[in-house]
């Protein structure tokens, strides 16, 4: 996924930027000056665009990790269920959402990470669970137990980074979850005559 090469690709160029042109600084300011979020920069000389930028950049190698590995196992899933288009879009939407909710919440705290991103497809695979449960039938239990698993995975990454930010989280997933429902694609007419029982053909009128 090409979310994920930017991330990665950025996470190099922090090094780069804290060992050359930081020297000698510290890592938050390495994060501040590559565009981390931070609220009275966004507020008072309009750097709207840290609410984005913010997603791409990490602390830490461990961070940058499990990022990847859960925007990987999610994304799969939700990008599957809904038109590139529609997919980029949430992405989009969902890291704006996240780091609006992180923003007026924790406005003096320099924010990164693509956890926000990462909650706003957790509220994807939530709401296409609940769509779809009926038609899996007995599989369902199985597509639960691999959502469990990431969701397991989810909070090992959130513990991953230096602080935890519940704000956002919960403004990914908030902002997530109501894009589900006008994005993902409806079952096909295919699989949606196979789940209707025998019973509700024969009742038919014939006509």
Not at 99 to 104: E, G, H, Q, T
Not at 147 to 175: E, Q
Not at 176 to 204: E, K, T
Request: glycine share 8%; with cysteine.
């Amino acid at each position: 996924m090409a979310f994920v090469a930017a991330c990665t690709a950025t996470f190099a160029a922090e090094v780069v930027w804290q060992h050359s042109l930081n020297a000698g600084g510290s890592w938050q300011c390495t994060l501040f000056s590559m565009q981390a979020k931070y609220t009275p920069s966004i507020v008072l000389h309009f750097q709207l665009w840290r609410l984005l930028t913010s997603a791409f950049l990490h602390n830490g190698f461990l961070h940058l990790f499990w990022n990847c590995f859960s925007i990987l196992m999610i994304g799969f899933t939700a990008e599957r269920e809904m038109p590139r288009k529609e997919f980029l879009t949430l992405l989009g939407v969902g890291t704006l959402g996240a780091n609006l909710a992180s923003a007026v919440f924790k406005p003096y705290t320099i924010g990164v990470g693509a956890s926000g991103t990462i909650f706003a497809l957790m509220g994807v695979i939530a709401v296409w669970y609940w769509l779809n449960q009926e038609r899996l039938g007995p599989n369902k239990y199985i597509f639960l137990a691999f959502f469990i698993l990431i969701g397991i995975f989810t909070v090992m990454n959130v513990f991953s980074a230096a602080s935890v930010d519940f704000y956002c989280h919960i403004g990914g997933f908030v902002t997530g979850a109501p894009l589900a429902i006008l994005y993902l694609r409806p079952a096909s007419s295919f699989d949606a005559d196979r789940y209707v029982p025998h019973h509700a053909h024969a009742a038919l009128p014939n006509c």
